[in-house]
């Protein structure tokens, strides 16, 4: 705890206050700590502060010479993070890129003016510092002080993003067609050469730049009609914003920001010298005690004058006060000298005038009166007469008139008039309050006669007092009454009869109707009956009003008509508006209008429903093909496309929703115009077409597989026609042959063949019939648990007759005595027959190889040659249907596309390793558990 928390606690006398003193004070200053930790641990070494700064701000924020960021803001900040100990980054930008990364929360704090406030941000309440916005005017141009003397035409230099010319666009003082946008360097560069005539900026700054380029001689610089700047601090982050306000108060009470303002803003850096304080301190403190001693002496000497004053002015006090109360004058005029002089007030207004002026004075039309009244006092025997006349206070030229009223008093001595005085009371407040009581009441009678309302008044006993017009037509005989209003009581109306009788205080009120035109059709009529009270609380008379109400009775009726129109038209439009958003969602649709002036790009769910908005070159981006960014644009800006309504279907990497999916999306537009025709934008709808656009390339691929599928079955036709017809020949052709032959080698040689045709014809129909049943129904597993090592040895044997060429030697590789496994057998060995009828086909010396290995978890099976070899470019489709490297070797080019069907039916992998004229190796590799005894 500090110090001056401790002494405020002690200097505090009584227990209980100690202890909430305590407590206030403990609180405070663990609130300020953990503040202060908190900020420190938010911007760490790893995560530090950062701070947007405008690299041409002088004398605020700018770049020297040697490239580093100075200024009054850099340092105050430097000053103030210290202090807090926050780890900072200044990212030191031109305006609008700094502004740009503080508004897209790049950084997060700013020390700059404010035009309009972002929300979501805070501002501190600290006012940092200000400045004023200048014009600077070439030379030979016309210099203005109000951007409103600028023509349309005249062109203003001003920094993108500076308080200037945001402040001026926002206030309307600019259009935006009036500024160019360019550095403070830029600009003054630009004057200097004659390309600009004005520049719009900070004071400091402009003067900064003029005299850096010695302009001062061919510019003139003045201040304009744009509010000062206000410097504060303005952040995403409330606590760093309370943290540097408070910062920022402490350093002004300490001197510090004095000192920082001093330098910066003002160019003087030097301090006052404290012992010089200190001596003008003492000095002032002497002089102030010794005018002290003197006030106190002048004080007492004071005191006794008023005492012995005081009461002569009393009484002469009463009789001002008096006199005052009624705006009074006295006048006394000399008979002898013909001299009027004031005795109270200011009625004369020189020390004194003849009678001649003093009459003049009178209003014209009083004058003679006045004359009269004083010959009257002469005359008669009653020395004291009324007066009252109009006196111009003013002058001949602008005469100032006031009404006055009082009494003429003769002063006689041994029979002659020595002096007349004069009492008078202003009473022109008094006249002009009576005529305008009158006006008032001549208004009120006025609107009491002309109301559209019949009005009466009524006394205590019910009898008409008066009624204005409207009234006495409602009450007119043979309408409502039987006689005239004036005959008929108050109580005895047919509308009040025996529902109101005299004495009653409170308000009545009755609607009734009754033939007011004597035409057979009743008139509803609103009558009221109010007692007035007097100050006693007794009645002092009734004030009746009565009302025609067929006119209001039809309004009405119009009027509930007409809302039930409305409210059956509001009820149509909700009802078509649902259906609408049901049909746009249903169909996978929305609304969607561009702004050609805003460049913006709105979505909505229903013509009401706002979904999101982007700017149109957003939109434009987000097309996936490049050559159809421009038919979007065309669609979307009615200002490329000419202002005629146009479509397109795109592939867009959004959805309707907003997620990142590619999406096809049919767009179409019409365009949109204000009430002066020009063009404002355009809508229209846009839909998601994706799943109509994979089903038309799904249907397309379904017409290239059939066309396909035909052509393959062309092929297998022929094919097989061959294929079949090549080892039936063979086989009929040999069989009749053999009946001739007598020799037992020949006969054998000729068995020989016809068994291998036979072979070849079993392959043939059984790889028909696993096509077959891979097109039909997809191929068929029966796994089973087997001895693996004994099945491979069993169709080794079986399979080594068929290598029957005395080059080609016949090899079998077998790791294992036993090997169990779980697979279809019967399927591996149509897999292990292809590989060798294959290796067969195409070996005539050397060597096939068959073997089988364990291998990542699984079986691997493989058949190596070192026949003619497969080229490399057709390694991936030797496994395809009907593939034939060879036309004049037998075979229908459907084993190997078989034994691709059988791995990928397993979930294995099949391959081929070759190379031309070396020899090829087949393989297939199984996944599979697999217990084992090794060789």
Not at 856 to 861: E, F, M, P, R, S
Request: include cysteine; glycine fraction near 6%; aromatic fraction near 8%.
């Amino acid at each position: 705890m500090k110090p001056s928390y401790i002494s405020i606690i002690h200097s505090l006398r009584h227990h209980s206050c100690r202890r909430i003193a305590l407590m206030v004070v403990v609180t405070f200053a663990t609130y300020t700590l953990a503040q202060t930790q908190f900020l420190r641990e938010k911007y760490s070494v790893e995560r530090p502060l950062k701070v947007s700064c405008d690299m041409e701000f002088y004398p605020f924020e700018f770049m020297n010479d040697e490239g580093n960021a100075i200024g009054f803001n850099i340092e105050l900040m430097k000053k103030l993070f210290s202090k807090l100990s926050i780890n900072y980054d200044f990212l030191v930008k031109e305006k609008y890129a700094a502004q740009g990364a503080f508004e897209y929360n790049e950084t997060n704090l700013v020390l700059a003016p404010v035009v309009e406030e972002i929300p979501g941000v805070y501002y501190g309440k600290f006012e940092v510092a200000s400045f004023r916005s200048v014009i600077v005017s070439r030379k030979g141009v016309k210099p203005v002080r109000k951007l409103s003397e600028l023509k349309d035409d005249d062109i203003v230099y001003a920094k993108k993003g500076g308080y200037s010319a945001e402040k001026a666009l926002h206030d309307g003082l600019l259009s935006p067609s009036q500024i160019r946008y360019a550095s403070a360097k830029v600009a003054i560069e630009a004057m200097t050469k004659g390309e600009c005539d004005y520049i719009i900026g900070g004071g400091k700054t402009m003067e900064h730049y003029i005299d850096k380029y010695n302009l001062s001689n061919s510019v003139v610089i003045n201040s304009i009609d744009i509010p000062a700047g206000k410097i504060i601090f303005a952040s995403r982050d409330k606590s760093l914003i309370l943290a540097l306000d408070a910062q920022c108060n402490s350093m002004e009470q300490s001197g510090e920001m004095f000192r920082l303002t001093n330098k910066w803003i003002y160019g003087n850096d030097d301090e006052i010298d404290n012992s010089l304080a200190v001596t003008i301190l003492f000095i002032s403190f002497g002089l102030l005690l010794f005018c002290c001693v003197l006030l106190l002496i002048n004080r007492i000497v004071n005191i006794r004058l008023k005492h012995t004053l005081r009461q002569l002015t009393d009484t002469n006090n009463i009789i001002q006060a008096a006199l005052s109360t009624g705006g009074n004058y006295i006048i006394c005029s000399n008979i002898k000298t013909g001299k009027a002089r004031n005795l109270y007030g200011n009625f004369i207004k020189s020390e004194s005038i003849g009678m001649k002026e003093l009459f003049a004075n009178i209003h014209s039309d009083d004058r003679e009166g006045v004359k009269e009244a004083f010959k009257e006092m002469h005359r008669s025997k009653d020395k004291i007469h009324q007066v009252k006349y109009r006196y111009n206070f003013g002058t001949k030229i602008q005469p100032q008139w006031r009404s006055l009223s009082g009494q003429m008093a003769l002063e006689e001595d041994k029979g002659k008039t020595i002096n007349v005085y004069t009492t008078l009371s202003d009473i022109t407040l008094v006249e002009q309050q009576e005529a305008e009581e009158h006006n008032t009441s001549e208004i009120y009678e006025h609107i009491f006669e002309m109301s559209i309302v019949g009005m009466a008044i009524y006394n205590t006993n019910g009898t008409l007092v008066s009624a204005n017009t409207m009234m006495k037509k409602i009450l007119d005989p043979g309408k409502f009454a039987r006689i005239t209003a004036e005959d008929t009581l108050l109580f005895d109306l047919p509308a009040l009869r025996g529902n109101f009788i005299k004495g009653d205080k409170y308000t009545y009120l009755v609607c009734t109707n009754c033939d007011l035109n004597g035409n057979g059709k009743p008139d509803y009529i609103d009558f009221r009956c109010r007692p007035v009270l007097n100050d006693k609380g007794d009645i002092a008379y009734y004030m009746v009003t009565a009302r025609d109400m067929k006119d209001e009775r039809e309004m009405y009726r119009q009027s509930r008509m007409q809302d039930e129109k409305i409210r059956r038209v509001s009820y149509d439009m909700e009802k078509y508006e649902n259906e609408l958003k049901i049909l746009l969602e249903e169909a996978n649709m929305m609304v969607w209008r561009s702004n050609v002036e805003k460049q913006t790009f709105t979505l909505y769910r229903d013509l009401r429903t706002l979904e999101r908005r982007h700017t149109m070159e957003d939109c434009v981006n987000f097309v996936m093909e490049e050559d159809k960014k421009e038919e979007l644009r065309r669609v979307i800006d009615p200002t490329v496309n000419g202002g005629v309504p146009c479509d397109t279907v795109v592939l867009i990497n959004k959805n309707l929703n907003g997620e990142d999916i590619p999406t096809w999306h049919a767009i179409n537009s019409v365009p949109e115009y204000d009430n002066e025709g020009k063009i404002k934008g355009c809508f229209g709808l846009i839909r998601d077409i994706d799943e109509l656009i994979n089903a038309q390339i799904s249907m397309k691929k379904e017409s290239e597989r059939a066309q396909d599928s035909a052509r393959l079955k062309s092929v297998f036709l022929a094919n097989m026609t061959h294929e079949i017809r090549t080892p039936l020949n063979a086989i009929v052709g040999f069989c009749d042959v053999l009946q001739a032959v007598e020799s037992a080698e020949e006969r054998g040689e000729f068995l020989k063949i016809i068994l291998n045709n036979c072979d070849l014809l079993i392959q043939l129909i059984n790889d028909i019939l696993v096509i077959s049943e891979l097109d039909s129904n997809g191929l068929s597993l029966k796994p089973a648990k087997v001895d693996f090592a004994d099945s491979f040895h069993m169709i080794c044997t079986s399979l080594k007759q068929r290598v029957q060429d005395p080059n080609v030697k016949f090899i079998s590789v077998e790791p294992y005595d036993h090997l169990e496994v779980t697979i279809d057998i019967n399927r591996i060995h149509q897999v292990i027959t292809n590989f060798l009828t294959n290796a067969v086909k195409y070996t005539h010396q050397g060597h096939i190889t068959l073997g089988y290995e364990r291998r990542d978890n699984g079986l691997y099976i493989y058949c190596e040659d070192t026949g003619a070899g497969i080229p490399a470019d057709k390694h991936d489709k030797i496994f395809g249907r009907f593939v034939k490297l060879n036309d004049y070797i037998q075979g229908a080019g459907l084993g190997l596309s078989i034994c691709k069907a059988i791995a990928e039916k397993c979930g294995g992998q099949i391959g081929v390793e070759s190379e031309v004229g070396k020899g090829s190796t087949f393989w297939i590799w199984i996944p599979e558990t697999i217990s084992t005894t090794q060789n």
